[in-house]
C-alpha cells in the first residue's frame, strides 16, 4: 500500500478498540481473561502490536499481527496476579498500527482491579461483527466488517394500497368506450386502461398478501 494513501502529509489515523477500559475484579474469577478487539475499517491492511506498562502482569495471546481491510480480531488479556494487585493501581495498554514499519495511530486502553463483580459487557458496538480466531501471527483476521440490522417488523397492510386497489378494481368494473351507452360518456375507460389497472391490481395484491 502507497503512502499516498494516508495522505501528502502523513496524518495519523484513528485506532478502534473495544472496549477502552478492561476492568478485573477480585471477586469474579471469569474477568481475569477478557477480550480485546482491534478493528480496521480502512481500504488497506495494517499490521498491530499491544504494549503495557506492567507485562508482568498480563498475559496477552496474539501480541502482534496484522488485519486485512474491513476485519477486526480478538486478543485475549489474561491479569496473572489480580488477588495482589491493588484496586488503586492504574495499568495501560498501547496498541500500535502501522502500514510495514510505518506507524499510522496508537490508541490507549487503561486497565484497573475491582473489589466489586464487573457488570457484564452484553454486546460490542453495533457497526461491527466479531470474528473468530482461526490463524498465527501472519494473518490474524477473518471475514468482512458488517453492520447488524435488527428484524423488519411486521407491517400492517397499507391504507393507501387498499384504497388504490379498490379504485383499479373499480376501473375494471366500467364499461369500455362504446358499450353501454346508458352509463355517462366519461365513466367509459379503454382497453389500455383497463390492462394497467389489472396489472397495477395484481402487484398490489401480491404486495398485500406478503405484508
Not at 25 to 52: A, C, G, M, R, W
Not at 75 to 88: D, F, N
Not at 165 to 185: D, F, I, Q, T, Y
Request: glycine fraction near 6%; proline fraction near 7%.
Amino acid at each position: 500500500m502507497k503512502s499516498s494513501s494516508l495522505g501528502g502529509r502523513q496524518r495519523k489515523l484513528p485506532v478502534f478498540v473495544f472496549p477502552e477500559e478492561l476492568q478485573f475484579s477480585v471477586e469474579d474469577e471469569s474477568s481475569h481473561k477478557q477480550i480485546l478487539t482491534i478493528y480496521n475499517p480502512y481500504e488497506f491492511n495494517i499490521q498491530f502490536q499491544v504494549l503495557s506498562n506492567a507485562p508482568k502482569r498480563y498475559a496477552v495471546v496474539e501480541s502482534q499481527g496484522s488485519i486485512k481491510a474491513h476485519c477486526c480480531v480478538d486478543i485475549v488479556v489474561r491479569h496473572k496476579a489480580v488477588e495482589s494487585c491493588p484496586p488503586e493501581v492504574l495499568d495501560k495498554f498501547r496498541v500500535d498500527a502501522f502500514i510495514g514499519s510505518k506507524l499510522i495511530g496508537r490508541k490507549q486502553v487503561l486497565a484497573s482491579v475491582t473489589r466489586e463483580k464487573v457488570p457484564e459487557v452484553k454486546e460490542k458496538p453495533p457497526s461491527f461483527v466479531s470474528l473468530s480466531d482461526g490463524g498465527g501471527l501472519g494473518d490474524s483476521s477473518h471475514g468482512p466488517l458488517s453492520k447488524q440490522r435488527s428484524a423488519p417488523h411486521q407491517a400492517s397492510p397499507s391504507y393507501l394500497m387498499m384504497l388504490l386497489s379498490l379504485l383499479c378494481l373499480l376501473v375494471l368494473l366500467l364499461p369500455l368506450e362504446g358499450e353501454s351507452p346508458a352509463w355517462p360518456h366519461y365513466s367509459h375507460v379503454t382497453v389500455n386502461q383497463k390492462l394497467i389497472a389489472a396489472f397495477a391490481l395484481g402487484l398490489l395484491t401480491m404486495t398485500l398478501l406478503k405484508t
